[in-house]
């Protein structure tokens, strides 16, 4: 079992000091050092200009029951940064930024990429969030909005590439028995391995995700030399700013330069059983109304790996 202690601390140089030397840089860059497993203390790292935000938020723009004034009063009650990332909408994010200038907010959008892989989309600016929702997102979005839209993984990061943006994976080995990670979807052989380095960070730590999860996912993103975000993954108001991504930067420019540097790292702890249960029944409630069109997107999305498994452990038996 994994101690909920520091797993790795953060070394001073990696945050203040990037090697000119591309091989001694890459070797700074390795996951050790970048993320705890603890409740974050934002106030005092900010005392020593350190700037947390939560990377991954959900509000009633999608599949969750807080406002944006409830998530905003909470951000400031906590000294903390937001990225307002829905599922396939942006009305939150943009709302959120317009609120609240004060704020390090970071544009964002939560992508459910048809063959499994949820992807968060990070964006320099909300004039390019919602150019990129227009012209790539709106249209692909099917008649249960906050499930899978009609488009790959591969064909999401193909589009993003025209924009000034970050594209990191979600939970990258979650959720339950469904492939909403890409760690997942290439272990089970669903998806080729070599989509891994096209993204450029792996959520290291996931709110919503348990120990073992989170620890397999920072990992891969050591493999692969990714950067890292974190976040809460929240739906319930108590879950902001339970996993914060540090960065010494008060600027979503700056912030988002230091994800894709490495000048970055990771506090949090995942929700226990019952926060799990709260959240689990918020999800429910908001999902209802898709019922049927929700059952039918599972179904085709499905499928075709109950036949391939089917046609697998046939080829077995013989």
């Known amino acids: 079992m994994i101690s909920d202690t520091i797993l790795y601390i953060p070394r001073k140089e990696i945050l203040e000091n990037v090697e000119s030397d591309e091989s001694r840089e890459k070797r700074a860059r390795v996951v050790p050092g970048r993320v705890w497993f603890r409740h974050p203390a934002a106030g005092e790292l900010a005392e020593q200009g350190l700037r947390g935000v939560d990377m991954h938020c959900h509000t009633n723009h999608s599949d969750a029951p807080v ?114 990670g890409i760690g997942r979807c290439v272990e089970r052989d669903y998806l080729p391995e070599d989509l891994i380095p096209r993204f450029d960070a792996l959520e290291a730590i996931c709110g919503g995700m348990n120990r073992t999860g989170n620890v397999r996912a920072m990992h891969l993103a050591e493999r692969h030399d990714l950067g890292i975000v974190g976040g ?50 918020a999800l429910i409630a908001r999902y209802l109304p898709y019922t049927i069109p929700s059952l039918s997107i599972h179904y085709e999305q499905n499928i075709p790996r109950v036949r391939r498994f089917l046609r697998r452990a046939g080829g077995l038996r013989k």
Request: glycine letters at 8%; one cysteine or more.
């Open 67 to 180: 406002s944006i004034a409830d998530a905003l009063a909470r951000a400031r009650g906590r000294g903390i940064g937001l990225a307002v990332t829905d599922h396939n909408v942006i009305s939150g994010s943009l709302a959120a930024v317009k609120e609240a200038p004060d704020l390090l907010l970071i544009p964002g959008i939560e992508v459910s990429a048809f063959d499994g892989p949820h992807i968060l989309v990070y964006f320099y600016s909300t004039a390019d969030l919602r150019h990129f929702y227009l012209h790539c997102i709106r249209d692909r979005v099917q008649e249960s909005p906050f499930l899978a839209i009609r488009a790959t993984t591969s064909e999401i990061l193909d589009m993003a590439d025209s924009y000034s943006c970050i594209c990191a994976a979600a939970h990258p080995y979650g959720y339950l028995i469904f492939n909403k």
């Open 232 to 281: 809460s993954d929240a739906h319930l108001l108590s879950d902001y700013g339970t996993v914060l991504t540090f960065s010494p930067a008060d600027t979503v420019g700056d912030f988002l330069d230091n994800v894709r540097q490495h000048k970055n790292f990771v506090i949090g702890k995942e929700k226990n059983i019952f926060e799990k249960g709260l959240m689990g029944t």
